[in-house]
Antibody
Framework: EVQLVESGGGLVQPGGSLRLSCAASEFTFSNYEMNWVRQAPGKGLEWVSYISGSGGTKYYADSVKGRFTISRDNAKNSLSLQMNSLRAEDTAVYFC??????????????WGQGTLVTVSS | EIVMTQSPATLSVSPGERATLSCRASQSVSSNLAWYQQKPGQAPRLLIYGASTRATGIPARFSGSGSGTEFTLTISSLQSEDFAVYYCQQYYIWPPLTFGGGTKVEIK
């Protein structure tokens, strides 16, 4: 069974940094485009960042551009999100999610269970 | 950026009844529209893509329709496990990939 497991969440002060990781198993990770999607407490889903299978193409939501960096290590089946200059509004559960992109689609599947990031003093 | 708007925010339905959820796009997304289901404490699950194609393992009581800017998710006969929050997502023009604000289907 395909599995994505996030780690690295926690409590951080405003202006601080945190690095999230996502470990993938039971699928050919390098073939998958990957994303981070977040969900603030009691709120909806917000796409955060995308990375292509090779790592050569990256996109970011305007809300995190210049502060967050997505990366991947295909040899280790691992996805990361480096988050700097964190703000209270970055508080959310962060999900890593694969992107099914055949035939022009862009569907989030599979998903990890998420890791909670809390930005507070 | 394409803005997705879902209505209603909350839908109260009795088990066995039909539920109809709406999703509107700020501009045409053709049929590039997906629906996800999310239960408390869980990750979202893909239900529908291409506006009307059920994902693998999704029961036939879930159906999607629409194109352009107006879309509908219908659950024909609500089961207890269907009470959840449902999100639509467009993938016609991205980045960014955008979601609607969600519709919570609760027990009446």
């Amino acid at each position: 069974e395909v599995q994505l497991v996030e780690s690295g969440g926690g409590l951080v002060q405003p202006g601080g940094s945190l690095r999230l990781s996502c470990a993938a198993s039971e699928f050919t990770f390098s073939n998958y485009e990957m994303n981070w999607v977040r969900q603030a407490p009691g709120k909806g889903l917000e796409w955060v960042s995308y990375i292509s299978g090779s790592g050569g193409t990256k996109y970011y939501a305007d809300s995190v551009k210049g502060r967050f960096t997505i990366s991947r290590d295909n040899a280790k089946n691992s996805l990361s999100l480096q988050m700097n200059s964190l703000r209270a509004e970055d508080t959310a559960v962060y999900f890593c999610a694969g992107l099914r992109s055949s035939y022009g689609s862009a569907l989030f599947d599979p998903w990890g269970q998420g890791t909670l990031v809390t930005v507070s003093s | 950026e394409i803005v997705m708007t879902q209505s209603p925010a909350t839908l109260s339905v009795s088990p066995g009844e039909r539920a109809t959820l709406s999703c509107r796009a700020s501009q045409s997304v053709s049929s590039n529209l997906a629906w996800y289901q999310q239960k408390p404490g869980q990750a979202p699950r893909l239900l529908i893509y291409g506006a009307s194609t059920r994902a693998t393992g999704i029961p036939a009581r879930f159906s999607g329709s629409g194109s352009g800017t107006e879309f509908t998710l219908t659950i024909s006969s609500l089961q207890s496990e269907d009470f959840a929050v449902y999100y639509c997502q467009q993938y016609y023009i991205w980045p960014p990939l955008t979601f609607g604000g969600g519709t919570k289907v609760e027990i009446k």
